[in-house]
């Protein structure tokens, strides 16, 4: 089930059809609930990238309130790995800002 997480990366950024964006958002923070699924993502350069990407708060393609779902979901048990994945890609410099706009 795992090896799906990056076509479900690329779902959330996709605009077309309608809800696609929510559905693959719910799917990926599901996923993201068994520990295995949080370490392959962390593992998958490209993913990360995209995840950070989007939270670009220039970025208003994409809702910000999936991506704190699924940033919440990795966060809540990924590891010390995908906290340094994360920042390395250069999201600290976005999460103030997307903390703002969502709360």
Same mark, same amino acid.
């Given at each position: 089930?795992?090896?799906? @997480?990056? #076509?479900?990366?690329? @779902?959330?950024?996709? !605009?077309?059809?309608?809800?696609?964006?929510? %559905?693959a958002a719910q799917a990926l923070v599901s !996923?993201?609930?068994? =520990? $295995?699924?949080?370490?392959?993502?962390? =593992?998958?350069e490209k993913s990360v990238l995209r995840l %950070?990407? @989007?939270?670009? $708060?220039?970025? /208003?393609? %994409?809702?910000?309130?999936?991506?704190v779902l699924v940033i919440s979901a990795i966060?809540?048990?990924?590891?010390?790995? &995908?906290?340094? =994945?994360? #920042?390395?890609?250069?999201? &600290? $410099? &976005?999460? $103030?800002? !997307? #903390? /703002? /706009? %969502?709360?």
């Open positions: 089930m795992g090896g799906c @997480m990056g #076509a479900l990366v690329k @779902m959330v950024k996709s !605009l077309k059809p309608a809800g696609l964006q929510d %559905v !996923l993201l609930s068994v =520990r $295995p699924n949080r370490k392959d993502l962390a =593992r998958d %950070v990407q @989007m939270l670009d $708060p220039q970025n /208003e393609l %994409v809702s910000k309130k999936l991506l966060m809540a048990g990924g590891g010390k790995s &995908f906290r340094k =994945r994360i #920042a390395k890609a250069g999201a &600290f $410099p &976005f999460l $103030p800002k !997307l #903390a /703002e /706009e %969502v709360g």
